[in-house]
T-cell receptor, first 119, second 114 residues
Framework: AQTVTQSQPEMSVQEAETVTLSCTYDTSESDYYLFWYKQPPSRQMILVIRQEAYKQQNATENRFSVNFQKAAKSFSLKISDSQLGDAAMYFCAYRRGMYSGGGADGLTFGKGTHLIIQP | NAGVTQTPKFQVLKTGQSMTLQCAQDMNHNSMYWYRQDPGMGLRLIYYSASEGTTDKGEVPNGYNVSRLNKREFSLRLESAAPSQTSVYFC?????????????FGPGTRLTVL
């Protein structure tokens, strides 16, 4: 079974600085997707960014980018120019792809990293 | 569009009581999911429904049953609630054509079992 590990329970960063959240995963599949979800105090789960395993190019969404190291099974999230609104729990998640038999699979989540933004 | 809606938002039960958590989506999605989130943990999959008429167990199905009532609605039932089922429950939905393969989540139901 696949596992997702987030080794940083909490991170703190100054506003406008850059922070990197770590995630490692374990899978024997070749086709899969990786995600970062944000959960603010409202509890709403919000998709931040997504990476397809077969794509070598790292995904980028505005101030958010990932460093996807497939061989090392590492998927870190970089937040540039941190803003107060970025304060939240961040969850790394994995899902098998269709070609690995995971067409409608649910997500496997890590335990999360609590990101604090210092003004 | 309301997206994914869940009822109730909060519930307190006594051990042994039963209840059903309701979930509905208005995005015409094929697949629906139930997760639970415990303190200090990520979400864990309880059950999912790949399409109308099908349901499958996830990582933590014991003590739960589900019904995919139609394409819009997917309910989660606790037949005999236990304190270990105290959690926040999230429903989610998606479709193969969803941009970024995104699962859309409801606001959650906070359940306390005394």
């Amino acid at each position: 079974a696949q596992t997702v590990t987030q080794s940083q329970p909490e991170m703190s960063v100054q506003e406008a600085e850059t922070v990197t959240l770590s995630c490692t995963y374990d899978t024997s599949e070749s086709d899969y997707y990786l995600f970062w979800y944000k959960q603010p105090p409202s509890r709403q789960m919000i998709l931040v960014i997504r990476q397809e395993a077969y794509k070598q190019q790292n995904a980028t969404e505005n101030r958010f980018s990932v460093n996807f190291q497939k061989a090392a099974k590492s998927f870190s999230l970089k937040i540039s120019d941190s803003q107060l609104g970025d304060a939240a729990m961040y969850f790394c998640a994995y899902r098998r792809g269709m070609y690995s038999g995971g067409g409608a699979d649910g997500l496997t989540f890590g335990k999360g990293t609590h990101l604090i933004i210092q003004p | 569009n309301a997206g994914v809606t869940q009822t109730p938002k909060f519930q307190v039960l006594k051990t042994g009581q039963s209840m059903t958590l309701q979930c509905a989506q208005d995005m015409n999605h094929n697949s629906m999911y139930w997760y639970r989130q415990d303190p200090g943990m990520g979400l864990r999959l309880i059950y999912y429904s790949a399409s109308e008429g099908t349901t499958d167990k996830g990582e933590v199905p014991n003590g739960y049953n589900v019904s995919r009532l139609n394409k819009r609605e997917f309910s989660l039932r606790l037949e005999s609630a236990a304190p270990s089922q105290t959690s926040v429950y999230f429903c989610a939905s998606t479709t193969r054509r969803a941009r970024r393969d995104e699962q859309f989540f409801g606001p959650g139901t906070r359940l306390t079992v005394l």
